[in-house]
């Protein structure tokens, strides 16, 4: 069981699919510098699905994803926290500490609608 951040060097990627890393942290990970690192870099969707997967990622911290990307993800029982921004040593802290869902983690022009879920262009992301 592994949170997976989706990365652009030091930062959460702001679009999944340029993702340059995959980081992937057990929960005896205590730092950043502990975790997996995996190079993403011009991989396929499929190939991408494979990494999370064989790394056991349960959870994945990541910017903007595509509806249908959200919907591969969840279907292979990945819950996906989307619209986050900002540097992994803090993503991560505000994860830990139950934070992660405050306005200042999320990407400009994304807000928080309903309960625990994000609107997309074509529905409702949840994170639960």
Known sequence: ??????????????????????????????????????????????ELLHILNSNQ????????????L????????IQVIPWITGKLDIVVAAYRNNELTSSSYLMPGCRRRGRRGFHGR???????
């Not at 980081?23 to 870099?41: G, K, N, Y």
């Not at 959200?70 to 029982?77: A, V």
């Open 70 to 77: 959200f919907h591969l993800l969840t279907t292979n029982q």
């Open 1 to 46: 069981m592994a949170l997976t951040l989706a990365a652009y060097n030091d930062r959460i990627a702001s679009l999944f699919e340029s993702s340059n890393q995959f980081i992937f942290l057990d929960s005896e990970d205590r730092t950043l510098q502990d975790a997996r690192r995996v190079s993403v870099q011009h991989n396929s969707i499929p």
């Open 57 to 68: 990622a349960t959870t994945l911290i990541c910017g903007a994803i595509s509806g249908p």
């Open 122 to 128: 074509r529905g409702r992301f949840q994170f639960n």
